[in-house]
């Protein structure tokens, strides 16, 4: 999705440029000298474009790179919603990325199975509220941002312990 | 419009295909120590073909459930009478039977049963009751378990609460991708299962309309959790609430006329009244804790909800009138979502003991805490609307299941599903008819 909208913007600046190109070539006719020039002129800022596009893309891609390296999963400790360390780094990867995009995101919050379904409800909720208020302090505006708690009805593991208890308590950006 | 159409086809097709799934099946684990001897004689059909239903049973069932009584077995009668003339009660006094159930059940008009019943107490040779049933030969079930309510209030003194039904949601797990929520209402026995609701999203929450003709419930079916009321006859359903963040928990006022719920629309969730003619909120508690798990107070002047304020989750009351709040619970660090019985003293909750999730009981008067359970991971207390028994969800395994517990301690029962996760189950009021 990421790299289409990239060589969806190459392209349409691509055909902005070709346009340009054929407009002035109209408007210049009984000056083909001027033409010509302005056509060079503006074949050379398409190339400059096409290369500070690709740099963008390529920095783009890295900053993709290391958010799939960080993946998309945020946890928790048991009836906590305080950002852990790993956590806090793995969210600076996507607000990187966010910065060089427009895109809007999904945070879903969730708890493991002990303790009430409700509360959990409750507490799913202020875990992504937490990721949430990170990402606006590091200035992600607050309308790109969607919250939605599945408290404890949505595991990634069903049996109970810690092993599985630690997998579910999480937030999962989408 | 047309989607709509969609939907409701697919869900008729879920109600075709799936209800044999979510069916629960009950197995007794613990009666009391001297439950009362009660034969319940295969009642004489009287109406041509077979019976459609076997009504001595499903009665027998229930008293069984109870487990305050132990049935004898069919194969243990020296006699099966159907009519006062034919009960000898050196017959009964033989097996050490203290009561026998007769009855005669019938068609008239192709679709009007008729069920006629007569109790005996052996020990004083006396018949102790007698009277009859009527209703659709559709709802057999439902007149057998009326029958099993006049005879267990004859003998215990407590109204039967057989003749309810039950709400709870169930899961099927998709390892290939989403997993499948139902909504099902089901007889009190887990019998005649309907699917309401399918979705591929959760589904939470159901609770009852105090005339038990409508219920409300959270669907996450818009990708976002929201309140929906439906009526039970028509099917017919009236989205609520579709605030930002918490929609949950929805609770009926004992009038009918409003309900409380959790939204955190405001920044983090409180309780607000919905009134359900003007759809017009007031909010009631206002605090950055937690606050949820509404519940009525049976005068409907107060409103019993979960709070984290003080630090740890515990039961606060709050007063209608006076807007005043108070604490209720003192004892353990985890008491959640309470549930009050009829007689507004019984109080059910989630309580946290060693580490383990029970349900416990607090007398509101004396504030003495029973711990009922002894499983872990117990949750979502719902009680019978005599007060007698507690439906919860608990888990066995890596399943959940549903599980019940009388309020002395003294019963207990199991109802996995033959299939799936069971949960949050929603015991009925008691039915008009």
């Given at each position: 999705?990421?790299?289409?909208?990239?060589a969806?913007?190459?392209l349409?600046?691509?055909f902005?440029?070709v346009?340009?190109?054929?407009?002035?070539?109209?408007?210049?006719?009984?000056?083909?000298a001027?033409?010509?020039?302005?056509?060079?002129?503006?074949?050379?800022?398409s190339?400059?474009?096409?290369?500070?596009?690709?740099?963008?893309?390529?920095?783009?891609?890295?900053?993709?790179?290391a958010?799939?390296?960080?993946?998309?999963?945020?946890?928790?400790?048991?009836?906590?919603?305080?950002?852990?360390?790993?956590?806090?780094?793995?969210?600076?990867?996507?607000?990187?990325?966010?910065?060089?995009?427009?895109?809007?995101?999904?945070?879903?919050?969730?708890?493991?199975?002990?303790?009430?379904?409700?509360?959990?409800?409750?507490?799913?909720?202020?875990?992504?509220?937490?990721?949430?208020?990170?990402?606006?302090v590091?200035g992600?505006?607050?309308y790109?941002?969607?919250?939605v708690?599945?408290?404890?009805?949505?595991?990634?593991?069903?049996?109970?312990?810690?092993?599985?208890?630690?997998?579910?308590?999480?937030?999962?950006?989408? | 419009?047309?989607?709509?159409?969609?939907?409701?086809?697919?869900?008729?097709?879920?109600?075709a295909?799936?209800?044999?799934?979510?069916?629960?099946?009950?197995?007794?684990?613990?009666?009391?120590?001297?439950?009362?001897?009660?034969?319940?004689?295969?009642?004489?059909?009287?109406?041509?073909?077979t019976?459609?239903?076997?009504?001595?049973?499903?009665?027998?069932?229930?008293?069984?459930?109870?487990?305050?009584?132990?049935?004898?077995?069919?194969?243990?009668?020296?006699?099966?009478?159907?009519?006062?003339?034919?009960v000898?009660?050196?017959?009964?006094?033989?097996?050490?039977?203290e009561?026998?159930?007769?009855?005669?059940?019938?068609?008239?008009?192709?679709?009007?049963?008729?069920?006629?019943?007569?109790?005996?107490?052996?020990?004083?040779?006396?018949?102790v009751?007698s009277?009859?049933?009527?209703?659709?030969?559709?709802?057999a079930?439902?007149?057998?378990?009326?029958?099993?309510?006049?005879?267990y209030?004859?003998?215990?003194?407590?109204?039967?609460?057989?003749?309810?039904?039950?709400?709870?949601?169930?899961?099927?797990?998709?390892?290939?991708?989403?997993?499948?929520?139902?909504l099902?209402?089901?007889?009190?026995?887990?019998?005649?299962?309907?699917?309401?609701?399918?979705?591929?999203?959760?589904?939470?929450?159901?609770?009852?309309?105090?005339?038990?003709?409508?219920?409300?419930?959270?669907?996450?079916?818009?990708?976002?959790?929201?309140?929906?009321?439906?009526?039970?006859?028509?099917?017919?359903?009236?989205?609520?609430?579709?605030?930002?963040?918490?929609?949950?928990?929805?609770?009926?006022?004992?009038?009918?006329?409003?309900?409380?719920?959790?939204?955190?629309?405001?920044?983090?969730?409180?309780?607000?009244?919905?009134?359900?003619?003007?759809?017009?909120?007031?909010?009631l508690?206002?605090?950055?804790?937690i606050?949820?798990?509404?519940t009525?107070?049976?005068?409907?002047?107060s409103?019993?909800?979960?709070?984290?304020?003080?630090?740890?989750?515990?039961?606060?009351?709050?007063?209608?009138?006076?807007?005043?709040?108070?604490?209720?619970?003192?004892?353990?660090?985890?008491?959640?979502?309470?549930?009050?019985a009829?007689?507004?003293?019984?109080?059910?909750?989630?309580h946290?003991?060693?580490?383990?999730?029970?349900?416990?009981l607090q007398?509101?008067?004396t504030?003495?805490?029973?711990?009922l359970?002894?499983?872990?991971?117990?949750?979502?207390?719902?009680?019978?609307?005599?007060?007698?028994?507690?439906?919860?969800?608990?888990?066995?395994?890596?399943?959940?299941?549903?599980?019940?517990?009388?309020v002395?301690?003294?019963?207990?029962?199991?109802?996995?599903?033959?299939e799936?996760?069971?949960?949050?189950?929603?015991?009925?009021?008691?039915?008009?008819?």
């Amino acid at each position: 999705m990421k790299q289409l909208t990239v060589a969806g913007k190459v392209l349409t600046l691509l055909f902005a440029a070709v346009f340009l190109v054929a407009c002035s070539s109209k408007d210049t006719k009984d000056d083909s000298a001027a033409a010509d020039a302005a056509a060079a002129e503006a074949a050379a800022r398409s190339a400059a474009e096409r290369a500070a596009l690709e740099d963008a893309a390529m920095a783009e891609q890295r900053l993709q790179d290391a958010v799939a390296a960080v993946g998309n999963v945020f946890y928790f400790d048991y009836d906590s919603s305080t950002l852990k360390p790993q956590a806090q780094a793995a969210l600076d990867a996507h607000i990187e990325l966010l910065r060089t995009n427009d895109r809007s995101v999904r945070l879903e919050g969730h708890t493991d199975e002990r303790g009430t379904r409700e509360y959990n409800m409750a507490l799913g909720e202020r875990r992504a509220n937490t990721v949430r208020d990170y990402m606006v302090v590091n200035g992600i505006a607050s309308y790109r941002i969607e919250t939605v708690s599945y408290g404890e009805e949505q595991p990634i593991a069903y049996g109970s312990g810690e092993a599985n208890w630690s997998q579910n308590r999480r937030v999962e950006l989408k | 419009m047309k989607h709509l159409t969609a939907v409701l086809v697919a869900t008729v097709v879920a109600l075709a295909t799936l209800s044999a799934r979510a069916e629960l099946v009950i197995e007794i684990t613990q009666g009391m120590d001297n439950p009362t001897a009660i034969a319940v004689v295969p009642f004489a059909w009287q109406g041509g073909g077979t019976a459609p239903e076997d009504v001595a049973q499903v009665i027998d069932n229930d008293l069984a459930r109870s487990g305050q009584f132990d049935p004898v077995g069919r194969g243990d009668m020296l006699a099966r009478p159907s009519t006062q003339q034919e009960v000898f009660y050196r017959d009964w006094r033989a097996i050490n039977t203290e009561y026998v159930l007769i009855g005669r059940a019938s068609v008239t008009g192709q679709v009007q049963m008729r069920i006629e019943y007569e109790l005996f107490d052996v020990n004083r040779q006396a018949r102790v009751l007698s009277g009859y049933e009527e209703g659709h030969v559709n709802e057999a079930r439902m007149l057998a378990h009326r029958v099993a309510d006049e005879v267990y209030e004859t003998l215990t003194g407590i109204p039967g609460a057989f003749a309810t039904r039950l709400l709870y949601v169930s899961v099927t797990r998709n390892p290939a991708g989403k997993d499948f929520y139902r909504l099902t209402l089901s007889d009190s026995d887990g019998a005649r299962p309907i699917v309401l609701l399918e979705s591929r999203e959760p589904i939470m929450a159901p609770s009852w309309s105090p005339d038990g003709k409508h219920i409300a419930y959270v669907s996450f079916e818009t990708s976002r959790p929201a309140i929906y009321r439906q009526e039970l006859a028509s099917g017919a359903r009236v989205q609520l609430t579709n605030f930002r963040g918490l929609n949950g928990a929805p609770a009926w006022s004992p009038d009918g006329n409003s309900m409380a719920m959790v939204l955190s629309k405001d920044g983090n969730p409180d309780i607000y009244l919905m009134d359900l003619r003007t759809r017009e909120l007031t909010q009631l508690t206002r605090h950055y804790a937690i606050d949820t798990e509404p519940t009525w107070m049976p005068d409907g002047r107060s409103i019993l909800f979960t709070s984290d304020r003080g630090g740890r989750p515990q039961i606060y009351r709050y007063d209608l009138r006076t807007g005043a709040t108070e604490r209720l619970t003192y004892e353990g660090s985890y008491n959640a979502r309470a549930r009050v019985a009829q007689d507004g003293r019984n109080l059910v909750m989630v309580h946290q003991a060693g580490g383990q999730f029970h349900i416990a009981l607090q007398d509101l008067v004396t504030n003495r805490l029973q711990i009922l359970t002894s499983t872990d991971l117990d949750e979502s207390p719902s009680i019978a609307p005599n007060g007698s028994m507690v439906l919860y969800g608990t888990k066995s395994g890596d399943r959940g299941i549903l599980a019940a517990v009388s309020v002395d301690g003294g019963v207990k029962f199991r109802l996995p599903a033959r299939e799936g996760d069971v949960r949050e189950p929603a015991w009925s009021p008691y039915m008009s008819r």
